[in-house]
């Protein structure tokens, strides 16, 4: 039996892996509608965090004060040594507080971020990266690989959230940086379906050229399953954590303030932003592929 609470665009598709696998999951959500349709898929709803008593629980939450309140819920019920990992995106001080909290019970608090969106989730694909007690990870490993098929332990306590800043910091600095280039490259004269072949021939190519654009942008199907606030609410984390650790950002900062003006709303998809970056100055002003 796996705990998972949070059973929204990630945490619904970690539902669907775990039950297409056959793991009996007790889960719950704030929105009775994703407890009912947990139920229709096989799983256990419960309606409330304390009926979530397992040895291994998932966490898929949308910030530090959704999981600050489940926590108060769940630790007084887990058994000692049950192991929670969570996946959703925090300041790393908070998943170090959490843990601390965790500890004071007998619990192991591992802070999981992944990357892989709904369809890695989904396909028991993502990329966990894993702060806290390595021994706790290895407790809970046979589980979260269902979901994971990389999980990587990168240290103490915060450290899977210290990476994951800095994944999506990249990220969207090489989204914006591309389609900074991709424009200039369209009203010279080479338009994106021309230039993308080869940038991911040459060493221009990133995951921006060699995922994103020919998957979500190009095509227009922006249906990656990540809205452009989480990924505003990620690069704040990361601002937040350069200022904390002394290292102020300035490419980078030049890439968040893109993201913060481009007239892309939040509930938006986040590869919106980067159409929106190319189309601004285009020639076309089309934008995409
Ligand atoms: P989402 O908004 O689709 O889902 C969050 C779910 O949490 C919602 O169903 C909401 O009802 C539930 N929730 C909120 N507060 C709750 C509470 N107190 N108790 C129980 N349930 C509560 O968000 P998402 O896209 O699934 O992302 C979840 C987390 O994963 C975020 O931290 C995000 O940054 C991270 N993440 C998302 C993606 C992605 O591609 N969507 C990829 C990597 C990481």
Same mark, same amino acid.
């Given at each position: 039996?796996?705990?998972?609470?949070?059973?929204?665009?990630?945490?619904?598709?970690?539902?669907?892996?775990?039950?297409?696998?056959?793991?009996?999951?007790?889960?719950?959500?704030?929105?009775?509608?994703?407890?009912?349709?947990?139920?229709?898929?096989?799983?256990?709803?419960?309606?409330?965090?304390?009926?979530?008593?397992?040895?291994?629980?998932?966490?898929?939450?949308?910030?530090?004060?959704?999981?600050?309140?489940?926590?108060?819920?769940?630790?007084?019920?887990?058994?000692?040594?049950?192991?929670?990992?969570?996946? %959703?995106?925090?300041?790393?001080?908070?998943?170090?507080?959490?843990?601390?909290?965790?500890?004071?019970?007998?619990?192991?608090?591992?802070?999981?971020?992944?990357?892989?969106?709904?369809?890695?989730?989904? %396909?028991?694909?993502?990329?966990?990266?894993?702060?806290?007690?390595?021994?706790?990870?290895?407790?809970?490993?046979?589980?979260?690989?269902?979901?994971?098929?990389?999980?990587?332990?990168?240290?103490?306590?915060? #450290?899977?959230?210290?990476?994951?800043?800095?994944?999506?910091?990249?990220?969207?600095?090489?989204?914006?940086?591309?389609?900074?280039?991709?424009?200039?490259?369209?009203?010279?004269?080479?338009?994106?379906?021309?230039?993308?072949?080869?940038?991911?021939?040459?060493?221009?190519?990133?995951?921006?050229?060699?995922?994103?654009?020919?998957?979500?942008?190009?095509?227009?199907?922006?249906?990656?399953?990540?809205?452009?606030?989480?990924?505003?609410?990620?690069?704040?984390?990361?601002?937040?954590?350069?200022?904390?650790?002394?290292?102020?950002? %300035?490419? !980078?900062? #030049?890439?968040?303030?893109?993201?913060?003006? !481009?007239?892309?709303?939040? #509930?938006?998809?986040?590869?919106?932003?980067?159409?929106?970056?190319?189309?601004?100055?285009?020639?076309?002003?089309?934008?995409?592929?």
């Amino acid at each position: 039996m796996i705990g998972l609470i949070g059973l929204g665009r990630m945490g619904g598709a970690m539902l669907r892996r775990l039950r297409a696998e056959g793991q009996p999951v007790l889960a719950y959500d704030l929105d009775p509608r994703l407890r009912q349709a947990a139920a229709e898929a096989g799983a256990t709803a419960v309606d409330s965090p304390a009926g979530v008593t397992a040895a291994v629980v998932l966490l898929s939450l949308p910030q530090a004060a959704a999981v600050s309140a489940v926590l108060d819920d769940l630790l007084p019920v887990l058994p000692p040594g049950a192991v929670i990992a969570d996946t %959703s995106t925090l300041e790393p001080v908070a998943a170090r507080g959490f843990a601390a909290d965790a500890a004071r019970v007998g619990i192991a608090y591992l802070d999981a971020p992944v990357s892989g969106g709904p369809a890695g989730a989904a %396909s028991g694909a993502l990329a966990m990266m894993v702060g806290g007690d390595p021994a706790a990870l290895e407790r809970s490993r046979p589980l979260l690989s269902l979901v994971a098929a990389r999980i990587v332990h990168v240290g103490p306590s915060g #450290a899977g959230q210290i990476a994951k800043l800095a994944n999506n910091l990249l990220v969207a600095t090489h989204l914006a940086a591309a389609a900074e280039a991709l424009r200039m490259a369209d009203a010279a004269g080479l338009a994106p379906a021309a230039l993308l072949p080869v940038l991911n021939a040459a060493s221009g190519r990133s995951a921006a050229t060699e995922v994103n654009w020919p998957r979500w942008i190009g095509t227009g199907a922006f249906d990656s399953g990540f809205t452009a606030g989480l990924m505003r609410k990620d690069l704040r984390l990361a601002l937040g954590l350069a200022a904390e650790a002394g290292t102020p950002l %300035s490419v !980078c900062a #030049a890439a968040v303030a893109a993201w913060e003006a !481009c007239p892309v709303a939040d #509930a938006e998809e986040f590869n919106r932003v980067a159409d929106a970056l190319f189309a601004r100055r285009s020639p076309s002003g089309e934008g995409g592929a």
